[in-house]
């Protein structure tokens, strides 16, 4: 069965640094999610990726942030300027339309 | 702004019992709604996904209902099993102003014991 994969799992970065979070959706998926979960918190939402450009983006999902397909198969997170309270796991999720969305395993990022 | 409540929080319950997990959503206007399992540590699983114009859905031993006028989503689990066990999240996708936004609940922590 297709499944969304993320990679690294674990990430650990100094506080300033810039982190890439890859993820490669499932191949017929047109829209591709970002989400963070900050530890025993909710699961808040990022942006939203369609078509090539953000389709929706939370008041989280700040100058700090980007998204970027740079090829046919992946999908990247991008914070530019990491702070602690970037720590959190990090999720991808794709779907077909609207419709159910499928999350890969999640990076924990801690940011020292 | 979209409030998503979960309750109860925490549950724990013998093998065979059959549940009943709670999500209310403030805003109505809503496009779907989707539960999830988390296992500890894990990503999300989703469980099944209800369209605004639907009243429930069903898998297996799962049943999702949706009454958008009072705002609130069940989740019945029958005859739960150990394997049951792990946080259910329900996810509301709200369509405001041709935005989409998914919020999520805090989660209803399920430990089913043999």
């Known amino acids: 069965e297709p499944e969304v994969t993320q990679t690294p799992s674990h990430q650990v970065t100094q506080m300033g640094q810039e982190v890439i979070l890859r993820c490669v959706p499932i191949s017929n998926h047109l829209y591709f999610y970002w989400y963070r979960q900050i530890l025993g918190q909710k699961v808040e939402f990022l942006v939203s990726?369609?078509?090539?450009?953000?389709?929706?983006k939370s008041e989280i999902f700040d100058d700090q942030f980007s998204v970027e397909r740079p090829d046919g198969s992946n999908f990247t997170l991008k914070i530019r300027s990491t702070k602690l309270e970037d720590s959190a796991m990090y999720f991808c999720?794709?779907?077909?339309?609207?419709?159910?969305?499928?999350f890969g395993p999640g990076t924990r990022l801690t940011v020292l | 702004k979209q409030e998503v409540t979960q309750i109860p929080a925490a549950l724990s319950v013998p093998e065979g019992e059959n549940l009943v997990l709670n999500c209310s959503f403030t805003d109505s206007a809503i496009y779907n709604l989707q539960w999830f399992r988390q296992d500890p540590g894990k990503g999300l699983t989703s469980l099944l996904l209800?369209?605004?114009?639907?009243r429930e859905q069903t898998s297996g031993r799962l049943n999702a209902s949706l009454d958008k006028s009072s705002g609130r989503s069940t989740l019945y689990i029958a005859a739960s099993q150990p394997g049951d066990s792990a946080t259910y999240l329900c996810?509301?996708?709200?369509?405001?102003?041709?935005?989409?936004?998914?919020?999520f609940g805090r989660g209803t922590s399920l430990i089913v014991h043999p």
């Open positions: 990726f369609y078509n090539n450009e953000i389709s929706e």
């Open positions: 209800i369209q605004s114009s639907q």
């Open positions: 999720a794709s779907s077909t339309e609207q419709d159910t969305q499928y």
């Open positions: 996810a509301v996708k709200t369509a405001s102003g041709g935005s989409y936004i998914p919020t």
